[in-house]
């Protein structure tokens, strides 16, 4: 089956850029979609087919997706952007859909 | 607008099921996929499966082949989960989500399953 690779956590200072990985095998022939989720709270699409923010998303978000390696950036971060972020994609073979393990953002 | 309402908590003996709704609103429920995805504590997203409404077949997840139904009621737009010979590790937030393309562009708010003796 399809896996997907995210870091635990990654620190960011405010007002700097935030980049998130999301490895797997070819994973740039794919669709990536990113979630953001705070404490208590269900998940929110931010970025779907690789890099269109979702409706609502600040322009401060942005997705690219290459290889083997999708990231989500986060520019000028801000305090409110500390949360969870997961990374998704659908495996074809399977028919079948793929979180990444999740990454903690903090904003320092 | 679309919203995806779900059931309370529930707490649960081992071995018992627990079956928790999602009340959908907006058009064309009988159209879209409707998905339930599952978080354990301090864990990621699992999926679990899908259905979509006017197909009326759910696929599943190899991990939860045996043991979930997805089923949808088209006259109250309402998919329902159930899951079955409950263990400890089943304790999560079990969430509800509609998937528009390839994202689950709206989720309900969570449910809280905890599985306890």
């Known amino acids: 089956s399809y896996e997907l690779t995210q870091p635990p956590s990654v620190s960011v200072a405010p007002g700097k850029t935030a980049s998130i990985t999301c490895g797997g095998n070819?994973?740039?022939?794919?669709?990536v979609q990113w979630y953001q989720q705070k404490p208590g709270q269900a998940p929110v699409s931010v970025v779907y087919?690789?890099?269109d923010r979702s409706s609502g998303i600040p322009e401060r978000f942005s997705g690219s997706n290459s290889g083997n390696t999708a990231t989500l950036t986060i520019t000028r971060v801000e305090a409110g952007d500390e949360a969870d972020y997961h990374c998704?994609?659908?495996?074809?073979?399977?028919?079948?859909?793929?979180f990444g393990g999740g990454t903690r953002l903090t904003v320092l | 607008q679309v919203q995806l309402v779900q059931s309370g908590p529930e707490v649960k003996m081992p071995g018992s099921s627990v079956k928790v709704s999602c009340k959908t609103s907006?058009?064309?429920?009988?159209?879209?996929?409707m998905s339930w995805v599952r978080q354990a504590p301090g864990q990621g997203l699992e999926w679990m499966g899908n259905?979509?409404?006017?197909?009326?077949?759910?696929d599943y997840a190899q991990k939860f082949q045996d043991r979930v139904t997805i089923t949808a009621d088209e006259s109250t737009t309402t998919v329902y989960m159930e899951l079955s010979s409950l263990r400890f590790d089943d304790t999560a937030v079990y969430y509800c989500?509609?998937?528009?393309?390839?994202?689950?562009?709206?989720w309900g708010q969570g449910t809280l399953v905890s599985v306890s003796s």
């Open positions: 087919d690789n890099s």
């Open positions: 259905i979509i409404p006017m197909l009326e077949t759910p």
């Open positions: 070819n994973i740039g022939s794919r669709r």
């Open positions: 998704q994609v659908w495996d074809s073979s399977s028919d079948h859909w793929v």
């Open positions: 907006g058009d064309n429920f009988n159209t879209y996929t």
């Open positions: 989500a509609r998937i528009i393309g390839q994202s689950f562009d709206h």
